[in-house]
Every structure is written in structure tokens, then in C-alpha cells.
T-cell receptor, first 111, second 115 residues
Framework: GENVEQHPSTLSVQEGDSAVIKCTYSDSASNYFPWYKQELGKGPQLIIDIRSNVGEKKDQRIAVTLNKTAKHFSLHITETQPEDSAVYFCAASGGSYIPTFGRGTSLIVHP | DTEVTQTPKHLVMGMTNKKSLKCEQHMGHRAMYWYKQKAKKPPELMFVYSYEKLSINESVPSRFSPECPNSSLLNLHLHALQPEDSALYLC??????????????FGPGTRLTVL
């Protein structure tokens, strides 16, 4: 089955800095890669996703890049703000019926 | 509207109680999911319904019993739970779940505590 590795587990940045979270996957048949943000006491919220027919996607301060050859994808957040503090999960699906989640990254943005 | 609603928000129950969690979506989605999430861990899939039929049961103990009365509603019936079942229970929905590449939309969850 699919295996998704996510790094780092914790990321601490100063407000205004950039943050990068990286994920690798094992199943070459995976073709859909969503990123979720989960704030304390809430459910995961989709923030951006990418499908295998594109290499990069941007939405304001958030971008995702995908390298299918190397089987890795990354989340980039620019100009971080305290409200970006949350746990971020990557996921991969398509090869198996259901998405496989990474273990999560706790992002802390210090004002 | 990409909202999935869940009730109750919090639930405390004893090991002999019977309770139910409810989930609702009005996005016209035909796939609905139950996940269990422990603190500082990713969501773990429990059940998938596609077109109101149970399509995946991830070897979940029988003390958890899902039900999909119609395409908008999903219930999780709880009976004789153990303290280790305490967790955040998340509901999600997606277009149809057939290919596994649908975007899943999560509800806010029910925080369950079993005493």
C-alpha cells in the first residue's frame, strides 16, 4: 500500500518568514495530493491540492510543488502570519482507493 | 457551500451507554466517511459509504456501527465503548469516492470521551 512520509514534525518560524513542509510517497500510481490545515479543536480544512498533470499550483501565499519522478511534493507558505499556526497534513491517493495521510507538521509562527 | 456539519460537538459516555454521532452534508456528495483521530496523529479511516452502500470497513470493532439513511446523512452508533475509544471523530464527504481521488471535505468533529 501507499506510504507517506512528512517532514518536519515541528516547524517554528518568525512572522513574515517562509515555511516549507515536505512529503514523499511510495506508490507511483498516486495522482492526487491534497494539503489540509487543522487548527486546535477543529476538523482538517483543505487549503490546496494538486493533481499529477501539473507541477505547481499557487493560491495567494500558499503554493504546492510536485515532482512525480522523485515522488515528493511540498507545501510552501510565504509571509507567514500567526494565524497560519496549525497542524498541516499532506495526503496522497489514486493508487489505493483511499487517501493516505502523512503524520502531520505542527507549524508555529511567532509574532 | 462546502460545509459538513456534525453533532454533538462534545460527548461524554460511560462504557455501558449507547449513543450516536450524526453527520450531514448538502453538497450533493455521494461518498461519506468516518475517521477517528487521536491527539497529534493523522485521521484514521474507519468506514466509507458510496451511494449509500458501505464500501469500506477498515476492520473496525463491532461496537462501532455506521448507518447511512440517505445521501446527505451519516450516523455512527456507539455501544459498549472502551476508554481507548476516546478521540475526535471526523466525518467527511466527497463527490462519489469511486476513484479515491475526490477532494474530501471534513466536518468539525465530535470530541468523544469514554469514562
Amino acid at each position: 500500500g501507499e506510504n507517506v512520509e512528512q517532514h518536519p514534525s515541528t516547524l517554528s518560524v518568525q512572522e513574515g518568514d517562509s515555511a516549507v513542509i515536505k512529503c514523499t510517497y511510495s506508490d507511483s500510481a498516486s495522482n492526487y495530493f491534497p494539503w489540509y490545515k487543522q487548527e486546535l479543536g477543529k476538523g482538517p480544512q483543505l487549503i490546496i491540492d494538486i493533481r499529477s498533470n501539473v507541477g505547481e499550483k499557487k493560491d495567494q501565499r500558499i503554493a504546492v510543488t510536485l515532482n512525480k519522478t522523485a515522488k515528493h511534493f511540498s507545501l510552501h507558505i510565504t509571509e507567514t502570519q500567526p494565524e497560519d499556526s496549525a497542524v498541516y497534513f499532506c495526503a496522497a491517493s489514486g493508487g489505493s482507493y483511499i487517501p493516505t495521510f502523512g503524520r502531520g507538521t505542527s507549524l508555529i509562527v511567532h509574532p | 457551500d462546502t460545509e459538513v456539519t456534525q453533532t454533538p460537538k462534545h460527548l461524554v459516555m460511560g462504557m455501558t451507554n449507547k449513543k450516536s454521532l450524526k453527520c450531514e452534508q448538502h453538497m450533493g456528495h455521494r461518498a461519506m466517511y468516518w475517521y477517528k483521530q487521536k491527539a497529534k496523529k493523522p485521521p484514521e479511516l474507519m468506514f466509507v459509504y458510496s451511494y449509500e452502500k458501505l464500501s469500506i470497513n477498515e476492520s473496525v470493532p463491532s461496537r462501532f456501527s455506521p448507518e447511512c439513511p440517505n445521501s446527505s446523512l451519516l450516523n455512527l452508533h456507539l455501544h459498549a465503548l472502551q476508554p481507548e475509544d476516546s478521540a475526535l471523530y471526523l466525518c467527511a464527504s466527497s463527490q462519489d469516492g469511486v476513484q479515491g481521488t475526490d477532494t474530501q471535505y471534513f466536518g468539525p468533529g465530535t470530541r468523544l470521551t469514554v469514562l
